[in-house]
């Protein structure tokens, strides 16, 4: 089966750390781009950060530049996120997003969000 | 950086009725990268549309998208029980990603 879950949410305090992993099954893993999205609780969706397929390109939302690493482990198709200094203003459900592609010959490449996890809770708060 | 708004914020529709839903970049933008999603509560959102009027794979016909430049709309032609939910719309460039504020389709 084509899916992603993700794991490591918790409660973590203020100034702490959390990492985020997301196991992906059921297609190759390494042919992918792959994002963290967000959605702070009764709000909208945020994305957080993508990672080419070798993992050498690297792009984040300005909000969590310095604080947040996003990386991959293609031997075992795992995602993970790395959070530090973590503040308030992150508490939100993470989701593991696939960035899928559609390539049409006259007009090149077309980038979504094709596959999703279920998300996993982060709470920061004391 | 392309802020793309939304609206309505709240759309209140019968079913069997038509829904048109409105998203407008600040600035033009790219119809291929352009994209919607719907999200029921406590699931992941869903793709419905990219490249601005493509349907992904297992999406009902009753829904549409459309627009180029700076007007983007997705249309539900005809409301079922199961529509009533939040939708985003989606830009990429330059290797990020920009959602909209979401609409959210409730029962009149």
């Known amino acids: 089966e084509v899916q992603l879950v993700e794991s490591g949410g918790g409660l973590v305090q203020p100034g702490g750390s959390l990492r985020l992993s997301c196991a992906a099954s059921?297609?190759?893993?390494?042919?992918?781009?792959m994002s963290w999205v967000r959605q702070a609780p009764g709000k909208g969706l945020e994305w957080v950060a993508n990672?080419?397929?070798?993992?050498?390109?690297?792009f984040y939302v300005d909000s969590v530049k310095g604080r947040l690493t996003i990386s991959r482990d293609n031997a075992k198709n795992l995602l993970f996120l790395q959070m530090n200094s973590l503040r308030a203003e992150d508490t939100a459900v993470y989701y593991c997003?696939?960035?899928?592609?559609?390539?049409?010959?006259?007009?090149?490449?077309?980038?979504?969000?094709?596959?999703w996890g279920r998300g996993t809770l982060v709470t920061v708060s004391s | 950086e392309i802020v793309l708004t939304q609206s309505p914020g709240t759309l209140s529709l019968s079913p069997g009725e038509r829904a048109t839903l409105s998203c407008r970049a600040s600035?033009?933008?790219?119809?291929?990268?352009l994209a919607w999603y719907q999200q029921k509560p406590g699931q992941a959102p869903r793709l419905l549309i990219y490249?601005?009027?493509s349907r992904a794979i297992g999406v009902p016909d009753r829904f549409s998208g459309s627009g180029s430049e700076t007007d983007f709309t997705l249309t539900i032609s005809r409301l079922e029980a199961e529509d009533f939910a939040v939708y985003y719309c989606?830009?990429?460039?330059?290797?990020?990603?920009?959602f909209g504020q979401g609409t959210r389709l409730e029962i009149k």
């Open positions: 600035q033009s933008v790219s119809s291929k990268y």
């Open positions: 059921g297609f190759t893993f390494s042919n992918y781009w």
């Open positions: 990672t080419k397929q070798d993992g050498n390109e690297k």
């Open positions: 997003a696939r960035v899928g592609y559609h390539y049409d010959i006259l007009t090149g490449f077309y980038w979504y969000f094709d596959l």
């Open positions: 490249g601005a009027s």
């Open positions: 989606q830009h990429y460039g330059n290797s990020l990603f920009t």
